[in-house]
């Protein structure tokens, strides 16, 4: 696990906001009994910084729900409020297939919507806030499980729940994500560390050992509020369900939500920046590191 910079960075952001049709592009997922809105306006300080590297596609879950009781004090106008899976055994019932296929096509239909706005830029990573993180960790896995599969069989990659060929996701920003994971591809996928995604989801219940193929490769970042109830979780989907080295972590003080204030969005932006760059995407640095060899100039979109 690769720790945040210990020195805050300084954030030096541009006066004009580029053009991002051509960046490459971030598929945002809202946490459970909010929506795309809501977490769009949550994530107001770290849009600040990634509006000059990526294009960000904010996407509403397929099933309905109340509101969260954390946010309806100042977005409880907001509603209609989504999930992407049950967390509480009011929620209807719904068989493992028939999910992931809302699933797939909600976020088919958010991409091929940008699409059609303008955006042209590579598919590159997935960030998610709560409910949204879990989701994009096991997108990543299933991910991960289709390409292991073809590799072991000398075929090309099957497409996913979204049936968008070639789509490829390089890394996952994981916002106070909780294990377990969900299983997202039960055809390829057998590990009973991962939860059905028609099950509840937060049901340990259902799981047992974490396994290798429940383990996830692809790079992440966790962000973690040290005041977040559910921190031992979120510290249980990192050390048990992603592969060391592969992570970076970022500790903040802060309870259940995304942060908005400078000294904590500055080492979230720098740590995406750096997990952007090492799987290859070029970015646009807003903040730069005090210390010598981590300082970064800003480069032209």
């Known amino acids: 696990m690769v720790p945040s910079s210990a020195s805050p960075p300084i954030s030096k952001i541009p006066s004009v906001t580029p053009d991002s049709n051509a960046f490459p592009r971030i598929l945002c997922l809202h946490g459970g009994g909010v929506n795309a809105a809501i977490f769009k306006a949550q994530s107001r300080s770290l849009i600040r910084h990634l509006q000059h590297s990526f294009r960000l596609v904010w996407v509403d879950a397929p099933f309905f729900c109340d509101p969260h009781p954390d946010i309806i004090s100042v977005y409880g106008a907001y509603a209609p409020f989504r999930r992407w899976l049950r967390w509480l055994h009011e929620h209807a019932e719904i068989d493992a297939d028939s999910c992931i296929e809302e699933i797939g096509y909600a976020i088919r239909t958010a991409m091929e919507d940008d699409h059609r706005k303008g955006g042209v830029g590579e598919w590159v990573g997935l960030m998610g806030f709560s409910q949204g993180a879990k989701l994009s960790a096991s997108l990543l896995l299933e991910q991960q499980a289709r390409e292991d599969k073809a590799q072991l069989e000398g075929r090309v990659v099957e497409t996913g729940l979204t049936r968008i060929p070639g789509l490829s996701w390089r890394f996952g920003i994981l916002l106070a994500g909780r294990a377990p994971l969900s299983n997202l591809n039960p055809e390829i996928l057998k590990s009973e560390a991962l939860v059905s995604a028609g099950n509840i989801s937060e049901g340990f219940q259902f799981c047992k050992e974490v396994n290798g193929e429940a383990i ?19 510290r249980k989907l990192l050390h048990e369900y992603c592969e060391e080295g592969t992570t970076t972590l970022v500790e903040w003080e802060g309870a259940h939500r995304i942060p908005l204030k400078s000294k904590d969005v500055d080492r979230v932006v720098e740590a995406i920046y750096n997990m952007a760059e090492s799987t290859g995407v070029r970015v646009t640095w807003t903040v730069f590191s005090k210390s010598p060899q981590r300082t970064r100039s800003i480069s032209s979109a």
């Open 216 to 234: 996830l490769r692809k790079p992440t970042l966790h962000v973690h509020g040290m005041a977040d109830v559910g921190l031992p979780l979120h």
